[in-house]
């Protein structure tokens, strides 16, 4: 995708925040609204609390399958919150790989943006070393999270889009260990190789040196935020030293 059909996708997407409902191109067709849509849907836990919402596990009744919901009241964001969280409603709907979180469908209830989205039963990479208790991981672990942490970041690289955020809180797990990278809330898309960012955004352990110098920066920032994953990983430990 372009960054001008981006673009247009993006437009398309947040005209809808006034309401109605929205239904992806992955989904099927037809239209639903919030309490339409709640019915094939039944409430299992409350996964956890972020600065806009929350995310919610549900089952799916259509097929008997666990997705997510990721709730966010529109009534208490700014504009350019509301703008953050159209941005990762519209580069979400453009990935589809196996080692990034699914996006399935968005709609609206009343002033509430509900995002369903793939659902990862292993938690995630942070509470996976956590559980490690300082017990390094093996070498054959360690090169298949790297290998499938590469996968997702070269896959958006080349559809364009910077993550900005990548660290251990944002790569979920299935049971089996496999991967998927999540949390495109900081991503942007960029119109080629060559073009660069330059709003300083992301966790400050994993930012890049250009990041932290207020410089411009572009998808080897990423590269450098994978490094300190790795080193997490590889060590148990975030006390990298130059």
Known sequence: MSLEDYERH????????????????RSASGTFNGEEEKLHYIPIRILGKGAFG????????????LVVWK???LNSLSEKTRRDVMNEISILSMLEH???IAYFN??????????????????????KIIQQKGKLFSEEIVIWYLYQITSAVAYIHKAGVIHRD????????TKTNLMKLGDYGLAK???SEFSMAETCVGTPYYMSPELCQGAKYNFKSDIWAMGCVLFEVLTNERKIKF
């Open 166 to 173: 990548i660290k251990t809180l944002n790569i979920f797990l």
């Open 98 to 100: 196996n080692n990034i």
């Open 189 to 191: 898309k960029l119109d």
């Open 106 to 127: 968005h709609f609206m209830d009343k002033n509430t943006l509900l995002i369903e989205m793939e659902y990862c039963n292993g938690g995630n990479l942070n509470d």
């Open 54 to 65: 929350e995310a919610t596990l549900y089952r799916r009744t259509e097929d008997n399958s």
């Open 71 to 73: 709730e966010v009241d």
């Open 10 to 25: 993006f437009d398309s997407l947040n005209s809808d925040l006034g309401g109605g409902s929205v239904v992806s191109e």
